[in-house]
């Protein structure tokens, strides 16, 4: 594989993950109609399941777009094994 294929490969990869965090978004708006609709019907312990699953959700978010903009910058995507090597050969 060159390192050009190796590349696009990587990219396509966050724009996945981008992809979740777009559909972990949706997710939350909905389950903000949910919390409505459950706090409309008196069933507190749903609500607290609710909430807590939003805030998990919510820290995927963040956890996944740290990754992303951590690992994306172009002098983050190449891996070297130059360093390994030498300490070896030491």
């Not at 979740?20 to 409505?36: F, P």
């Not at 910058?73 to 094994?81: Q, R, Y």
Request: hydrophobic share 40%; with cysteine; glycine share 2%.
């Amino acid at each position: 594989m060159s390192d050009l294929e190796a590349k696009i490969r990587l990219e396509v990869r966050f724009d996945l993950l981008r992809e979740v965090i777009a559909s972990y978004r949706m997710r939350l708006q909905e389950m903000e109609v949910e919390v409505v609709e459950l706090f409309a019907a008196n069933q507190l312990p749903a609500i607290a399941d609710c909430i807590s699953e939003q805030q998990r959700i919510s820290r995927l978010i963040r956890n996944l777009e740290r990754f992303i903009s951590e690992w994306e910058s172009a002098d983050a995507t190449g891996i070297s094994h130059e360093t390994k090597r030498e300490q070896m050969n030491t």
